[in-house]
């Protein structure tokens, strides 16, 4: 499987900031995901990051609030932005390969907003 | 829209014992159900199914999957106190590659 780096590991913001997060894939794959994590609650997808086009967003989440990059076949970033206290949550980047469902995750970015 | 759901939710055991955690789904096209351990914050791959009644077994972990009853059931034997995590179960289904997730089974594992 693939290895999978993300950064910053956690960060604590003030509320009405913003705050990117980086995932690197030490390989090429074909589709990248990011995921929030609630406290207490399961993952939630937030979007696929398509290589070289606007993300895919999933219901109840949108561009301006959750700005996706991915300029390559390895790397993504998310942005969270106007942060709020209710965005408090684990941000997970995961990575497949085309034709699996199976799908891999980085090690996470604990974010807290005060 | 699709739903897992997972139970129990918690479970509190003591070294040496086997457990059975349960995950039912309902998805448009099913097309595998995966379980994956969560100990901080990265969820770690455990298993895919998508053939019912072919047990996946890897150490002490085993998986198998009914597609008629749509349900998958995880089992742990000898647990040890290193099993303390969060099990999840997801789903894959429909024209795309996204997961469906359930809310996960908190699994404590006392000495």
């Known amino acids: 499987s693939a290895v999978i780096s993300q950064k910053p590991s956690r960060d604590i913001c003030q509320r009405g900031t913003s705050l990117t997060i980086q995932c690197q894939v030490d390989?090429?794959?074909?589709?990248m995901f990011w995921y929030r994590q609630q406290p207490g609650q399961s993952l939630t997808l937030i979007a696929t990051a398509n290589q070289g086009s606007e993300a895919t967003y999933e219901s109840g989440f949108v561009i301006d609030k959750f700005p996706i990059s991915r300029p390559n076949l390895t790397f993504s970033t998310l942005t969270v932005s106007n942060m709020s206290p209710e965005d408090s949550s684990i941000y997970l980047c995961s990575v497949a390969s085309v034709s699996t469902d199976t799908q891999y995750f980085g090690p996470g970015t604990r974010l807290t907003v005060l | 829209e699709d739903k897992v759901v997972q139970s129990p939710l918690s479970l509190v055991v003591h070294e040496g014992d086997t457990v059975t955690l349960n995950c039912s789904y309902e998805v448009t096209n099913f097309r595998s159900l995966l379980w994956y351990k969560q100990e901080k914050k990265a969820p770690t791959f455990l298993f895919m199914l998508t053939s019912s009644g072919i047990e996946k077994k890897s150490g002490r972990l085993s998986s198998i999957l009914d597609k008629k009853e749509l349900f998958s059931i995880l089992n742990i034997t000898a647990t040890q106190t290193g099993d303390s995590a969060v099990y999840l179960c997801a789903v894959g289904g429909g024209s795309n590659y996204k997961l469906t997730f359930g809310k996960g089974t908190l699994l404590t594992v006392n000495p």
């Open positions: 390989s090429q794959v074909t589709m």
